[in-house]
């Protein structure tokens, strides 16, 4: 593989000294903390875009690029442009479009992966949460929100061996929702106001931890436990 003590691009997944970083189509690891970089895979899109994602004015007004990247067990799941693809043992898969715009984030935990539905949605039709199948190498819709604009995100808690979901974006739709069963049922832990439009969340063996998203109130950062209590 090329080695290269400096690389220009974006930072996409860090584990310690292990380093993954984007440029254009093109994935390059390191496993000494950014010191030099060996080139990974190149992503099997078109020529013409390859060279556009190269170009930043371009990759940005045509919102190009990788946007995602969680490596799991042995495995690591990309997302580009609209497109998912699957890396195992070097090979690349596509695995297709996703549904609605790129997701806000993407969750790899329990031998899964998953994202969440994310659209404008104006008329308000019921999103999902998705979860790749391994062995058709397809995305499974595994939860049906009918009361929500859109998924921000879902995210493991390695604490309590449960994923969660954050959903806006009106007061009734911004909620944060946990499952403890991989999806066969999932509860609302808190919701129903602006300060409840959250993004991202961080977990800590007592508490979870995250920031109000909304552009009509002022935002705050919370912390809760994990019944929703604390604030």
């Given amino acids: 593989m090329q080695k290269n003590n400096l690389i220009r ?3 996409l997944a860090a584990s310690g000294n292990q380093l993954v970083l984007a440029r ?32 930043p004015l371009v990759a940005r ?9 969680v490596l799991h067990e042995d495995k690591a799941l990309i997302i580009a442009n609209k497109e998912s693809f699957l890396c195992v043992d070097n090979d690349v898969i596509q695995i297709g479009p996703l549904q609605g715009s790129r997701p806000m984030a993407l969750c790899g935990a329990e031998g899964h992966f998953y994202y969440g539905e ?3 949605n104006p008329e308000r039709s019921p999103v999902h949460i998705y979860r790749l ?24 808690d390695p604490y309590a061996k449960a994923f969660w979901v954050t959903t806006g974006d009106n007061n009734e739709e911004a909620a944060i929702w946990r499952t403890d069963d991989q999806f066969r049922s999932i509860r609302k832990v808190i919701g ?5 439009r959250a993004v991202q969340l961080l977990f800590t063996p007592d508490f979870v931890y ?17 019944s929703g209590s604390g604030l």
């Fill in 9 to 11: 691009g974006r930072i």
């Fill in 24 to 55: 254009g189509a093109v994935l390059f690891r390191s496993s000494n903390g950014g010191k030099s970089w060996c080139r990974w895979l190149v992503l099997p899109i078109g020529r013409l875009r390859r060279m556009a994602m190269r170009i």
């Fill in 61 to 69: 007004l045509l919102r190009l690029g990788i946007h995602h990247l």
């Fill in 118 to 120: 994310y659209r404008s």
């Fill in 133 to 156: 199948d391994l062995n058709a190498n397809k995305w499974r819709p595994v939860w049906i929100f009918k009361d929500v604009r859109h998924v921000h995100g879902v995210f493991y």
């Fill in 192 to 196: 129903g106001s602006q300060q409840f």
């Fill in 210 to 226: 995250f920031g109000s998203d909304t552009p009509h109130e002022p935002n705050h950062l919370y912390r809760i436990d994990r």
